[in-house]
C-alpha cells in the first residue's frame, strides 16, 4: 500500500438467502479438516480472484465440482461483490431480494427474482450488485 492510500475497510457481508444451503458436501471432501479449511479461506478471501484460485485448487484436489460445491463458490463470489460494493446485507424471501449498504438501515435496491434455480437466483443477485457498484 503507498502512503496516504486509504485503506477500504472489510465489509461483513450477511446474506440471508432462502434459497440456498451453502456448503461444500462431506461426500466430496471427505476430511473435515480439509473441508473446514476451504470453508474459512473462502469465507476470508476478499477478491474474486482469489475465490476464483480457490475454485481451481479444489478442482486439482478433489475432482470436478458437485452442484453444491459449485453454489458454495457462487455465493463466495456474491460475498465478495457485495463487499466491494458496499453492501452489507441481502435478503431473499421467495422471489423478492432485498439491498442494503453499509450503515444505512434503508433498503438499497430491491429486485423480482425470475429465475427458479439456485444457479439462475445468484446470477441475478451477483448482476444487481454490479449495478450498485
Same mark, same amino acid.
Given at each position: 500500500?503507498?502512503?496516504?492510500?486509504?485503506?477500504?475497510a472489510?465489509?461483513?457481508?450477511?446474506?440471508?438467502?432462502?434459497f440456498?444451503?451453502?456448503?461444500?458436501?462431506?461426500?466430496?471432501?471427505? /476430511?473435515?479438516v480439509?473441508?473446514?479449511? *476451504?470453508?474459512?479461506?473462502? $469465507?476470508? %478471501? #476478499?477478491?474474486?480472484? &482469489?475465490?476464483? +484460485?480457490?475454485?481451481?485448487?479444489?478442482?486439482?484436489?478433489?475432482?470436478p465440482?458437485?452442484?453444491?460445491?459449485? /453454489?458454495?463458490?457462487?455465493?463466495?463470489e *456474491?460475498?465478495?461483490?457485495? $463487499?466491494? %460494493? #458496499?453492501?452489507?446485507? &441481502?435478503?431473499v +424471501?421467495?422471489?423478492?431480494?432485498?439491498?442494503y449498504?453499509?450503515?444505512?438501515?434503508?433498503?438499497?435496491?430491491?429486485?423480482?427474482?425470475?429465475g427458479?434455480?439456485?444457479?439462475?437466483?445468484? $446470477?441475478?443477485?451477483?448482476?444487481?450488485?454490479?449495478?450498485?457498484a
Amino acid at each position: 500500500m503507498m502512503k496516504g492510500e486509504k485503506v477500504k475497510a472489510v465489509v461483513d457481508v450477511k446474506l440471508n438467502l432462502d434459497f440456498a444451503n451453502p456448503r461444500l458436501p462431506y461426500d466430496y471432501i471427505e /476430511e473435515d479438516v480439509q473441508r473446514l479449511s *476451504l470453508m474459512k479461506r473462502f $469465507a476470508e %478471501a #476478499q477478491d474474486v480472484r &482469489v475465490v476464483k +484460485a480457490l475454485k481451481a485448487e479444489m478442482k486439482d484436489r478433489f475432482g470436478p465440482l458437485p452442484p453444491e460445491a459449485k /453454489e458454495f463458490v457462487r455465493l463466495a463470489e *456474491l460475498r465478495v461483490a457485495c $463487499a466491494n %460494493a #458496499q453492501v452489507e446485507h &441481502v435478503d431473499v +424471501a421467495g422471489s423478492r431480494a432485498v439491498f442494503y449498504r453499509v450503515g444505512d438501515p434503508r433498503p438499497d435496491k430491491v429486485i423480482d427474482l425470475r429465475g427458479q434455480s439456485p444457479e439462475r437466483k445468484i $446470477a441475478e443477485l451477483l448482476s444487481a450488485v454490479r449495478d450498485l457498484a
